[in-house]
């Protein structure tokens, strides 16, 4: 039988080299200590119940809650007896097999826009009823199965089962966005562009005025456009990104605070200290020091 897909080891949560994506059921019978992880993560709470910790505060948990955290986020559980399916999958396919999301009016927010905006910080949740929750249940079952799958004659099915417990999800978020009056409606084709062009040079020292001549459109036909997407002018966004970055970076590389700050496109290290200490509420070299060895022997294990 194929081991755990993925595993837990003093602060960091990692996937065994390979698995594109993964859920399984897990059973908390104690406090979780707060960890990070280097991939895209969804929990669902089936049972029991807790206390939510996260740069967000503390939170109580009901059966239904579900966490979404993208990568480098910090997160763990105050509970005598919590029942959750984490799925995870590989940030990688956002950028392959889910790159379509971009334009989709539920899933590009929640995976693309909604978790960096407003002051989240790479966390969202959101609440699924009974019903919905029975649903979004089946589909993580399924996927869980195909973890004993060959992925070479499996892919496809993977993706598809992952695909429909986004959508449970991201039908949740619009809910939430629709009794907030969040922008909603779907993502402009030159907002997806923009993201695009964004993410494939983080480095570059962008301005708006170059992003928009970059698009061909004015930059407040951009910026307009932008933030009716996302709730983000474009800069905005792309801060939130690079800080993701960074925090992957100093889990898994040996540059320096410095090296890491410039690669991201920020060479001055003070404005790279606060910027990252705003978004993940620690120092680069306090979150470093929290998660990075536990990654790199993580990184070193076999399958």
């Known amino acids: 039988m194929p081991e755990l897909s993925i595993t837990l080891r003093e602060g960091h949560a990692h996937f065994t080299e390979g698995v ?43 059966v239904g809650d579900v966490f979404f955290l993208r990568p480098g986020v910090w997160h763990g559980y105050d509970c005598a007896h919590l029942e959750l399916y984490n799925c995870g999958f590989s940030p990688e396919l956002l950028y392959r097999e889910l790159a379509w999301s971009h334009e989709d009016p539920l899933l590009g927010y929640l995976l693309w826009t909604a978790p960096l905006s407003k002051g989240r910080r790479g966390l969202l949740t959101t609440h699924l009823g009974a019903e ?31 695909t429909l417990v986004l959508g449970h999800v991201a039908r949740a978020v619009a809910a939430d966005r629709d009794h907030a009056a969040e922008p909603s409606g779907p993502t402009h084709p030159v907002v997806a562009q923009a993201i695009q062009t964004l993410e494939s040079r983080l480095q570059h020292p962008w301005t708006l005025t170059e992003l928009a ?91």
């Open 132 to 162: 919905q929750l029975r649903d979004c249940e089946a589909h993580l079952e399924a996927l869980d199965r195909l973890r004993f799958k060959p992925l070479g004659l499996h892919r496809g099915d993977v993706i598809a089962e992952l």
């Open 213 to 303: 001549a970059e698009l061909h459109v004015s930059s407040s036909y951009l910026l307009r456009r932008f933030k009716a997407s996302t709730g983000l002018p474009p800069m905005a966004y792309l801060a939130r990104r690079r800080v993701e970055t960074a925090a992957e970076m100093l889990l898994h590389s040996d540059e320096t605070v410095g090296e890491i700050g410039d690669a991201v496109g920020w060479p001055d290290p003070n404005y790279f200290a606060r910027r990252f200490r705003t978004h993940f509420g620690l120092s680069a070299t306090t979150y470093r020091a929290r998660f990075a060895h536990t990654a790199r022997q993580l990184r070193a294990v076999p399958p």
């Open 20 to 62: 594109l994506a993964a859920a399984g059921r897990h059973v908390h019978v104690a406090r979780m200590e707060v960890h990070t992880h280097g991939f895209v993560e969804i929990a669902v709470v089936t049972g029991g119940g807790g206390t939510h910790l996260s740069l967000g505060g503390r939170h109580d948990i009901q």
